[in-house]
């Protein structure tokens, strides 16, 4: 008998590849606008850490 798919799981690895891939890409921008002389306000910088610690569980 064949095993039933975990949808949920499924769904779940979709979700976190998406928010990794916007998570890249904001820092990438982020870094463009240093890199142009615009400081970065140390709010964003400490999202930036907090997300990346959930990236780990």
Not at 9 to 26: P, V
């Amino acid at each position: 008998m064949a095993r039933k798919p975990n949808y949920n799981f499924e769904k779940r690895q979709k979700d976190l590849a998406r928010q990794k891939k916007k998570e890249e890409k904001l820092q990438k921008k982020a870094l463009k606008k240093d890199a142009q002389g615009n400081d970065i306000p140390e709010s964003e910088e400490v999202e930036g850490t907090t997300d990346g610690d959930q990236e780990s569980e």
